[in-house]
């Protein structure tokens, strides 16, 4: 049982590249989420997915899309990277919201850096 | 605003003390808690889970919730090097987003 897997782990982008980070879970979980954890900032989020077929935006959306792609895939989409986006991400995902279970499964995290 | 506060630390304890970190969160209504431990340059994953009023212990962890004052704790008995880390609160605030306090960083002096 892979859990929440992330591609790539690591990568370098030049400022204006776009690049997509893969997401995908294997619990038939129905909410998924997008974090960036910069140093001493804690984990804040971008986009979540409460359901397939939804998408809404975190508290740091700007420069960032996401596509539910199914109930399993959740991509996140730099489309002109800046260095401001240099930092560690994060998928998440839970069964369900509205329930008392929200116990969050994360990816590996994807370390990015932007020059 | 639904909003969550950890002290940041970084909080240092030494080996084979008690280490007790704070979480306080805004909505009165939230029923259930999650304590996550993230080691440096890792995942964070669930060590602790609380629903009721009162303490829980799993082996050396013991989580405290009083949901009249809005206060969650986790408490670390015989701490270890090994729990050097930062621990996430993470109250269920019955919304849609999951929200995590910025964390605090704690250090096991041998």
Known sequence: ?115 | QKEVEQNSGPLSVPEGAIASLNCTYSDRGSQSFFWYRQYSGKSPELIMSIYSNGDKEDGRFTAQLNKASQYVSLLIRDSQPSDSATYLCAPNFGNEKLTFGTGTRLTIIP
């Open chain 1, 1 to 115: 049982n892979a859990g929440v897997t992330q591609t790539p782990k690591f990568q370098v982008l030049k400022t204006g590249q776009s690049m997509t980070l893969q997401c995908a879970q294997d619990m038939n979980h129905n909410s998924m989420y997008w974090y960036r954890q910069d140093p001493g900032m804690g984990l804040r989020l971008i986009y979540y997915s409460a359901s397939e077929g939804t998408t809404d935006k975190g508290e740091v959306p700007n420069g960032y899309n996401v596509s539910r792609l199914n109930k399993r895939e959740f991509s996140l989409r730099l489309e002109s990277a800046a260095p401001s986006q240099t930092s560690v991400y994060f998928c998440a995902s839970i069964p369900r919201t509205g329930t008392m279970n929200t116990e969050a499964f994360f990816g590996q995290g994807t370390r990015l850096t932007v020059v």
